[in-house]
């Protein structure tokens, strides 16, 4: 087994993943920043659900919706003559749903803090709203934003279960890290568990470090 | 040119009704003590707010008639608004701060020039300092700045000088005025500090409990009888003078006004420059006859009176309005009204113990 593409692989799904997360979160973290509507507590309460939930389940009902016959996978193998499960297109979509309270929350607590006046301010100097949360929100909320990527994308890098439900061990298409260090292990080849356990755990630590070092560095921009 | 608005909205426990007419010149200002709807009024203005039959207009434009439900968005109105806290972008140096509505205003549309309004505010040696560098002042002048140069047709300001200390607020008034000695963008200013609203204001709105109750020009708005409750014991005539001559041997400075003169200690004024003065109620007395030497006022007018407030009899006091050419209020003891038997049309003299200066 190359002990390098399951690497390659988690690195491409949690990039994409984050991505991904970060342009549907956006949205999604400012209308709950901002609604008072009593549908927000039931969306909050959506996007919380992979916070607690035991990832087989959501890997379960993952399978049934992405396979062939299932309600997303029904319509994408008509579509394009083939189901999600077991696809790297498949495992995107589960992580997108899987890490989604760790992006939206930051990104939701990081628009609260920041307010409603700089952004009241910037409608008052002629910004269109599009604009002024381009110019004001964002930079605003960098720090947010960080937190959300970071998050994002080491907690898409250690998933196992969803992933063993819906990806299976495909080398080069599903066998991401975590599946292929338990593989490894179940043929007893723990030398090639460890090196890549000893890399995942330095390389999410190290990442995890940065990130609250550059969070003390520069305080919030928050007034 | 006059700005006209109407809003009429119920909010939980509060009823904004508000009717305005000022004209779109100078300083208007919304004054009433907090919990008035003051700023609830502003943010209507800046359109912030959309209550379901409001009416503005500026001028000839119109800017929100729920009739035919138009209303433009803030984006749309052209308005600079200096909060009560500066509000200034943190991330942006204040160049960039100062630059942000200045850039997103087209070009065809800058009637305020760059150097114009620095050198107006003072502030050109703060262009690269992030506004966490700065004092409370300074960032009120920014936060001036900033609306200014986005270019409005009209200038709202709610209550700006609130957060800063009496040292900082002697340093901002100043630009405050020059705003509308120099620049021909009508003002609507909040506040319910009436010394803060003598020195900067030319039309007084005052607002009570949600509504707008009585509007005018302030040296004939504070000589109403009915309002001076409204001020307590800073109820008294506010009057535009100019100096007409300083007597330089006594340190004395003679105010010339539509009625006669008024003495003040010596200012550094010009002869013939405006000086507005605030005579409490209860810094002026009346006397029937002419007191000859026998005193040491030097303010001594002969007046009409023209209104006598009816006494209440919980209070030792009762309001009278004289005329002495101007309207002028006093504040005596009902005793006094008693054996002085006063009504109006009597001649009398009002006899002044002090002058406050507005500016």
């Known amino acids: 087994m190359d002990l390098l593409s399951p690497v390659w692989l ?3 799904l949690a990039a994409v993943t984050t991505v991904i997360l970060l342009l549907v979160s956006t949205p999604l973290a400012w209308w709950l920043a901002q609604s008072k509507s009593k549908w927000a507590a039931v969306v909050e309460a959506i996007v919380a659900l992979p916070l607690v939930l035991p990832p087989t389940v959501l890997g379960f009902y993952l399978l049934l919706a992405l396979g062939a016959n299932g309600m997303i996978g029904g319509p994408w193998s008509a579509l394009t003559g083939s189901a999600l499960t077991f696809t790297f297109t498949g495992l995107v979509i589960a992580s997108v749903l899987y890490s989604l309270p760790f992006v939206v929350q930051p990104l939701q607590n990081a628009f609260v803090s920041v307010g409603k006046k700089p952004l009241e301010a910037a409608w008052c100097l002629r910004a269109s709203y599009f604009d002024a949360f381009i110019s004001i929100i964002l930079p605003l909320s960098l720090r947010g934003y960080i937190t ?7 907690h898409t890098m250690g998933e196992f279960g969803v992933v063993l439900m819906v990806g299976g061990s495909i080398p080069g298409e599903t066998q991401v890290l975590s599946i292929a260090i338990y593989e490894h292990v179940e043929v007893l080849d723990y030398g090639s568990a460890h090196t890549l356990s000893v890399g995942l755990l ?16 520069f305080p919030t921009h928050a007034d | 040119m006059r700005i006209n608005a ?20 100078g300083v208007t200002t919304l004054f009433g003590p907090s919990g008035a709807g003051k700023s609830t009024v502003l943010r209507c203005l800046a359109g912030l707010e959309r209550s379901n039959n409001g009416y503005m207009q500026v001028g000839d434009a119109v800017w929100q008639d729920e009739s035919n439900s138009y209303f433009l968005t803030t984006q749309q109105r052209a308005l600079g ?18 630059e942000y509505g200045y850039k997103r205003t087209p070009k065809n549309e800058r009637h305020v020039e760059w150097d114009q309004a620095i050198n107006m505010l003072a502030i050109d040696h703060l262009l690269q300092r992030k506004p966490h560098n700065l004092s409370g002042g300074e960032q009120q002048r920014v936060a001036i700045g900033r609306a200014l140069l986005a270019c409005p047709k009209l200038l709202l300001m709610d209550e700006p000088l609130a957060s800063l200390d009496k040292e900082r607020k002697r340093e901002v008034i100043p630009f405050i005025r020059k705003l509308h000695d ?9 506040s319910h500090s009436l010394e803060e609203v003598l020195q900067i204001t030319d039309t007084m709105v005052l607002m009570r409990e949600g509504e707008s109750v009585a509007t005018g020009h302030i040296t004939q708005l504070c000589s109403e009888l009915e309002l001076s409750e409204y001020l307590g014991d800073m109820s008294g005539s506010v009057i535009d003078t100019r100096v007409v001559a300083h007597e330089e041997e006594f340190g004395l400075t003679r105010l010339g006004f539509d009625g006669g003169e008024l003495y003040v200690p010596q200012l550094p004024i010009e002869k013939g420059h405006g000086q507005r003065v605030h005579l409490l109620a209860r810094n002026v007395g009346i006397a029937l006859q002419k007191p000859q030497v026998t005193t040491s006022f030097l303010n001594i007018l002969e007046a009409t009176v023209v209104e006598v ?3 209440d009899i919980t209070r030792h006091a009762v309001q009278i309005k004289l005329d002495i050419g101007v309207p002028l209020l006093a504040n005596i003891s009902r005793k006094s009204l008693y054996t002085l038997r006063l009504e109006p049309g009597q001649k009398c003299y009002a006899l002044i113990k002090a002058v406050s200066l507005a500016r």
């Open chain 1, 10 to 12: 988690t690195l491409k």
């Open chain 1, 148 to 154: 959300a990527a970071v998050l994002g994308f080491t």
């Open chain 1, 202 to 217: 330095l390389f999410t630590f190290i990442v995890l470090l940065a990130v609250y070092f550059i969070n003390r560095r």
């Open chain 2, 6 to 25: 109407r809003f009429d909205v119920a909010y939980s426990g509060f009823d904004l009704k508000v009717d305005l007419d000022v004209p779109a010149k």
């Open chain 2, 81 to 98: 608004y200096v909060f009560q806290e500066p509000r200034l972008f943190s991330h942006l140096s204040v160049q960039k701060n100062l």
């Open chain 2, 182 to 190: 120099e620049l021909d963008i009508p003002v609507i200013y909040v």
């Open chain 2, 309 to 311: 407030a009816v006494p």
